[in-house]
């Protein structure tokens, strides 16, 4: 394979290259020794990354798959030319824990107990909260940790099975609106408004810490949140500029924000 020029990849982490230079090994060894590969789960800014790489090399014979078609966590496969992708070749599995619908467990109740078994992140793919039932998707390899270890989580008894069936757990993302007005759609302006923080404040975190406008790390209070991005910062969660709703009699413009659970 050529030499790659990443020159296009804006604001590539150390393990943002890492994976990049993955990938490019698993092209070549799809290519020349018909072998396919897989990621540990990503995130979405991964994925993307992840897509964009794929799709400059003009190599077209992978997939996207988090255990299920809505997943937002995704594993990266990636399959020798020509060769039929089948989703049953992806090492994840999903597995539910069941409990008295009186009961009740949050995402980071079921994360929680799964990292102090010394679980890495990227094992761990989608968590979906039900009423008396929660679906996790991970890697296969660590299927019989969990169902040997996993017997409450918290003060809440569980079973564990292998399996899962979402026809009755609701899999729409829960928010809650933030109404107000701003000077602009600059980011230390939506953001300041999504984190009740001042202006001031919130550009310090900005060019201090750094936030994740469309999956981008952005460092900048200046960039503008375009009508439909969503952005996520450190310790407050993520956000989607929901609308742009009009303007003021001041002139500013007021906005919908989404806050999600």
Same mark, same amino acid.
């Given at each position: 394979?050529?030499? #790659? ?11 943002? &290259?890492?994976?990049?230079?993955? !990938?490019? /090994? ?28 794929? /799709?400059?090399?003009? #190599?077209? *014979?992978? @997939?996207?798959?988090? +255990? %299920? /078609?809505?997943? &937002? ?25 069941? %409990? ?24 761990? +793919? ?5 009423? =008396? ?6 890697? /296969? ?9 996993? &017997?409450?989580? =918290? ?7 292998? +399996? ?41 975190? !900005? @060019?201090? *810490? ?12 200046? #960039?503008?949140?375009?009508? =439909?991005?969503?952005?996520? !910062?450190?310790?407050?969660? @993520? ?6 709703? =009009?303007?003021?009699?001041? *002139?500013?413009?007021?906005?919908? !924000? @989404?806050?999600?659970?």
């Amino acid at each position: 394979m050529k030499e #790659f020029n990443s020159s296009f990849l804006r604001n590539l982490s150390k393990s943002d &290259h890492l994976l990049v230079d993955k !990938i490019l /090994d698993w092209v070549s060894i799809a290519n020349e020794k018909y072998t396919e590969k897989f990621s540990f789960f990503l995130d979405c800014r991964q994925s993307k990354i992840a897509k964009q790489v794929l /799709d400059s090399l003009k #190599f077209d *014979n992978y @997939k996207l798959f988090g +255990g %299920y /078609d809505e997943a &937002h966590r995704l594993m990266l496969g990636v399959f020798p030319p020509y060769s039929e992708i089948d989703n049953n070749d992806f090492p994840v599995k999903g597995l539910t824990f069941t %409990y008295r619908k009186c009961d009740v467990l949050t995402h980071r109740d079921v994360l929680g107990s799964l990292m102090s078994l010394n679980i890495s992140r990227d094992c761990i +793919g989608d968590i979906i909260i039900g009423e =008396g039932k929660s679906i996790v998707f991970s890697v /296969d390899k660590i299927l019989p940790l969990i169902l040997e270890n996993v &017997h409450k989580i =918290g003060r809440i008894g569980v079973k564990t099975e292998i +399996g899962f069936d979402l026809s009755d757990v609701a899999l729409e993302q829960k928010f809650s609106d933030i109404c107000g007005t701003v000077q602009s759609l600059r980011a230390d302006s939506v953001i300041a408004l999504a984190i009740n923080k001042s202006r001031e404040k919130t550009s310090a975190l !900005i @060019k201090t *810490n750094g936030v994740f406008i469309d999956y981008e790390e952005v460092f900048s209070p200046s #960039f503008e949140i375009c009508e =439909g991005v969503g952005f996520s !910062i450190r310790g407050y969660g @993520k956000f989607l500029l929901s609308s742009v709703d =009009g303007v003021s009699r001041k *002139n500013r413009l007021h906005i919908t !924000i @989404k806050k999600y659970d």
